[in-house]
C-alpha cells in the first residue's frame, strides 16, 4: 500500500521485484545486476581482459591458445565459427588446445559446459575506442544438448522454452526446441538444433552492444536490396 501511494505522487517509481513464478514465466532471471558470463567470461569485457583469460582445461588438454581476427591466425588451425560478413568491422576469437588423446596437435578447444562440450566463439565489437565482447556463440553436436540444457536451469532456473518446426535438406521435420534465458542486461538462447540437425547453438548476447551490430546488419542488407 505503501509503495503505491509513493509511486502515485511519483516518488517511488522503481518496479516491484517480480517473484519466481512471474520471472519464470518472463523468461527472466533474479540475478540482474551483471551480464551473464559463460566459464567465468562475462559480456562486455575489453578484448584486452578477454586476451589474459587463461583457457579453461578440464580435461587435461595441453599448449592452450587464444587466437582473434585482429592475428594471423597460423595455417594450421581455422576458425570453428566464422563471423557473417554482414556483421561488419568486429573482432572473432576462439580457443585452441591440443587434446589429451590427440596424436594430431592443436586444433579448436572443446570447453566443458555442465557435463556437455561446445566450441565457443566469441565475438567483439568496438564502442567508444574499447572492442568489447557482445556475443559468445557455442555450437557442437547436440548430443550434448540435454546436459547444457540441464546445467543452465541448475544455474538459472526455468527459462522460457518455445517448440519450432525443424526442416533438413531433405525435407525431415524434427522439434526443435528453444530455451531463453533474460536479465537486465543480457540474455542466453539455447537452440537444439541449428543449421544442422544433429548440432545444438548456444548464444550469450549483450542487448546494448549487440544492438550495435544489429544495425550494422540492417545497414548491409539494406544496401544488398538496392541491387535488386
Known amino acids: 500500500m505503501v509503495r503505491r501511494i509513493l509511486a502515485s505522487v511519483g516518488i517511488f517509481t522503481m518496479a516491484l521485484p517480480l517473484g519466481s513464478d512471474a520471472l519464470a514465466q518472463a523468461g527472466m532471471t533474479a540475478t540482474t545486476g551483471r551480464p551473464f558470463a559463460l566459464r567465468g567470461v562475462e559480456l562486455g569485457i575489453t578484448l584486452d581482459q578477454f586476451k589474459a583469460i587463461p583457457v579453461p582445461a578440464d580435461d587435461g588438454e595441453t599448449e592452450t591458445q587464444t587466437w582473434c581476427t585482429d592475428q594471423t591466425l597460423p595455417r594450421q588451425l581455422s576458425y570453428w565459427q566464422p563471423s557473417p560478413q554482414e556483421m561488419g568491422p568486429i573482432i572473432t576469437c576462439e580457443w585452441f588446445s ?7 596437435g592443436v586444433s579448436n578447444h572443446f570447453l566443458s559446459l555442465g557435463e556437455g562440450k561446445g566450441v565457443a566463439t566469441f565475438r567483439f565489437v568496438e564502442k567508444e575506442g574499447a572492442w568489447r565482447l557482445f556475443q559468445i556463440s557455442v555450437k557442437a553436436n547436440n548430443q550434448y544438448y540435454p ?25 525431415d521435420m524434427f522439434d526443435n526446441d528453444i530455451t531463453v534465458w533474460k536479465n537486465s542486461l543480457s540474455s542466453i538462447r539455447l537452440e537444439e538444433r541449428y543449421g544442422e540437425r ?3 547453438l548456444l548464444t550469450y548476447r549483450d542487448e546494448a552492444l549487440s544492438k550495435l551490430v544489429d544495425a550494422e546488419i540492417e545497414r548491409s542488407r539494406a544496401l544488398a536490396a538496392e541491387k535488386i
Open 198 to 200: 544433429d548440432r545444438y
Open 98 to 104: 591440443k587434446q589429451s588423446f590427440s596424436v594430431l
Open 147 to 171: 546436459a547444457i540444457a540441464d546445467a543452465l536451469t541448475r544455474k538459472y532456473g526455468a527459462g522460457k522454452t518455445t517448440t519450432e518446426p525443424f526442416q533438413t535438406r531433405s525435407g
